[in-house]
């Protein structure tokens, strides 16, 4: 098992920046993928960004180029750097540990972190 904490979620304007940080309970070296999903209200949860244990990772369209996730495997942190913020990535932000299995992989999640960008 692995517990999830976030933080650095706030209000911001439109056009400012907000790094969000998860912190893990545990080393994070043997986890496949870290991940920040958001839901807006009435909305869905959606991925947002996920680093695989490789490095490698992968960004929602609505964020290319204006997002940035990271990890560090010594720390044990999952970050995501947020710049030129708009009104519509308003959401509760949630930090993701997955575990890939061959038949169901084991999602563990953090309690949410409110992003709130006024215009």
């Known amino acids: 098992q692995v517990q999830l904490v976030e933080s650095g979620g706030g209000l911001v304007q439109a056009g400012g920046s907000l790094r969000l940080s998860c912190a893990a309970s545990?080393?994070?070296?043997?986890?496949?993928?870290m991940g920040w999903y958001r839901q807006a209200p009435g909305k869905e949860r959606e991925s947002v960004a996920v680093i695989y244990s490789g490095g490698s990772t992968n960004y929602a369209d609505s964020v290319k180029g204006r997002f940035t996730i990271s990890r560090d495997n010594y720390k044990n942190t999952a970050d995501l750097q947020m710049n030129s913020l708009k009104p519509e990535d308003t959401a509760v932000y949630y930090c993701?540990?997955?575990?890939?299995?061959?038949?169901?992989?084991?999602?563990?999640w953090g309690q949410g972190t409110q992003v709130t960008v006024s215009s």
């Open positions: 545990r080393s994070i070296i043997s986890i496949d993928v």
């Open positions: 993701n540990a997955r575990f890939l299995r061959l038949y169901q992989n084991e999602d563990y």
